[in-house]
């Protein structure tokens, strides 16, 4: 049996949905991921092969400095 991992942004406006296993699962607490969730931390998962996933919906990126120095592209 195959597990489906699915979800979207909380307005409804972006969903996706994959059968592909997520390769890192990460709980963030650096200030900008407690500011973007509203909580102490950002839960994020990533999956191998973006091709593998249906997504519904546009997502705007932006780039923000990372506490390393660090570029992160972030997708509203």
């Not at 092969?49 to 919906?57: L, N, T, V």
């Amino acid at each position: 049996m195959t597990r489906i991992y699915s979800g979207g942004c909380a307005c409804g406006a972006i969903r996706y949905e994959t059968s592909r296993a997520p390769i890192f699962q990460n709980h963030c607490q650096c200030l900008d991921c407690q500011k973007r969730s509203g909580t102490g931390h950002g839960s994020y998962l990533t999956f191998a092969q973006r091709a593998d996933m249906r997504i519904e919906g546009e997502a705007n990126t932006w780039r923000v400095a990372g506490d390393s120095g660090n570029d992160k592209i972030h997708a509203f």
